[in-house]
């Protein structure tokens, strides 16, 4: 799921160009396709995924990332948390806060990662799809939905300014502060 969150980040950020955006759309379209069957342990999905990274990786390595990373960062060292079980939780709250910014790259994001129908979507229609394919896929793959149970109160502003000050945070097609950030981590208590 960390690969999946870098080939989207890496899509939708602003440092994003027609090269990368053809090594993302690949990386999600391929981590779609075979991550329920790595997770299964089947050599084909092992495959599947192993190039997919890669091509993530080569995508956004060119590119940076976004608010995603950034948050997931934090909460990887606060509470010893999977760095891509923390991207994984996180993803559909960043692609729902970057949406508007996005322009029509959750389309393509929602293509990608095999929704029928969605060239007949509105834009609207477009990103709530791309978002729920992002939550079916991690659903599938036993990521929890949210921070219940992990995410202290106590602990957000902290979060917040660290993922405010991260590196890949000024990649991110959205700009946002501090409080846009510690809202998006309370949403997911």
């Given at each position: 799921m960390?690969?999946?969150?870098?080939?989207?980040?890496?899509?939708?950020?602003?440092?994003?160009c027609p090269m990368t955006d053809m090594m993302h759309l690949e990386a999600i379209r391929l981590i779609s396709l075979h991550l329920r069957d790595a997770v299964a342990n089947k050599p084909s999905g092992r495959e599947g995924m192993a190039l997919g990274q890669y091509?993530?990786?080569?995508?956004?390595?060119?590119?940076?990332?976004?608010?995603?990373?950034?948050m997931a960062h934090g909460l990887s060292a606060l509470y010893d948390m999977p760095h891509g079980k923390a991207c994984a939780i996180l993803l559909p709250t960043a692609m729902k806060f970057n949406a508007p910014a996005t322009g029509t790259k959750y389309r393509k994001i929602a293509e990608a990662m095999g929704v029928k129908g969605v060239e007949k979507m509105t834009l609207a229609q477009a990103r709530k799809a791309a978002i729920a394919a992002v939550e079916k896929l991690s659903a599938d793959v036993g990521i929890p939905p949210d921070l219940k149970g992990v995410l202290k109160k106590e602990d957000v502003q902290f979060l917040a300014e660290s993922a405010y000050a991260d590196a890949c945070r000024p990649g991110n097609p959205r700009d946002c502060t501090v409080e846009q950030i510690a809202k998006l981590y309370k949403s997911l208590m």
């Open positions: 960390d690969a999946l969150t870098h080939a989207i980040e890496g899509y939708i950020t602003k440092a994003a091509i993530a990786g080569m995508g956004f390595s060119n590119v940076g990332l976004g608010v995603d990373h950034s």
